[in-house]
Nanobody, 123 residues
Framework: QVQLVESGGGLVQAGGSLRLSCAPS????????VGWFRQVPGKEREFVAG????????AYADSVKGRFSISRDIAKNTVYLQMSSLKPEDTAVYYC????????????????WGQGTQVTVSS
C-alpha cells in the first residue's frame, strides 16, 4: 500500500476556510474511492466526504453538506477537501483514506489511511 499524506490543516477562525489535500507518497491512486474522515478525542471516527476517483461522484455527511466540497485532480494525483463556513465543531483530526469499491461511509470499509492533519476552528 502506498502511504497517504494529508496536508493543509491548521488554525482558523469560525466562518473561515481551509483546503486539505491528500496524495499518495511515491505512488498513484490505484483505488476506486478516496474518503475524508475526522475524529475528535474520545469520539468515533466519522465520515465527512468521499469521491469516486474514476467517475468523480461524491457523497457528504449531512453535517458538512453545503459547506465542504471534495474534488480530485487526476493530473496532480491529489484529492482535496475544501472546507468553508467552518464551525468550532469542525475541529478534529482529518484523515484521508482509500478503498476498492464505491463510496461508503463506514470506517472499517477503508483499507488504507493517512496519518491525519489537525484542523482547529476557534470561536
Amino acid at each position: 500500500q502506498v502511504q497517504l499524506v494529508e496536508s493543509g490543516g491548521g488554525l482558523v477562525q469560525a466562518g473561515g476556510s481551509l483546503r486539505l489535500s491528500c496524495a499518495p507518497s511515491g505512488g498513484t491512486f490505484s483505488v476506486d474511492t478516496v474518503g475524508w474522515f475526522r475524529q475528535v478525542p474520545g469520539k468515533e471516527r466519522e465520515f465527512v466526504a468521499g469521491i469516486s476517483w474514476r467517475w468523480g461522484g461524491t457523497a457528504y455527511a449531512d453535517s458538512v453538506k453545503g459547506r465542504f466540497s471534495i474534488s480530485r485532480d487526476i493530473a496532480k494525483n491529489t484529492v482535496y477537501l475544501q472546507m468553508s463556513s467552518l464551525k468550532p465543531e469542525d475541529t478534529a483530526v482529518y484523515y484521508c483514506a482509500t478503498r476498492r469499491g464505491p463510496v461508503v461511509t463506514t470506517v472499517l470499509s477503508y483499507e488504507n489511511w493517512g496519518q491525519g492533519t489537525q484542523v482547529t476552528v476557534s470561536s
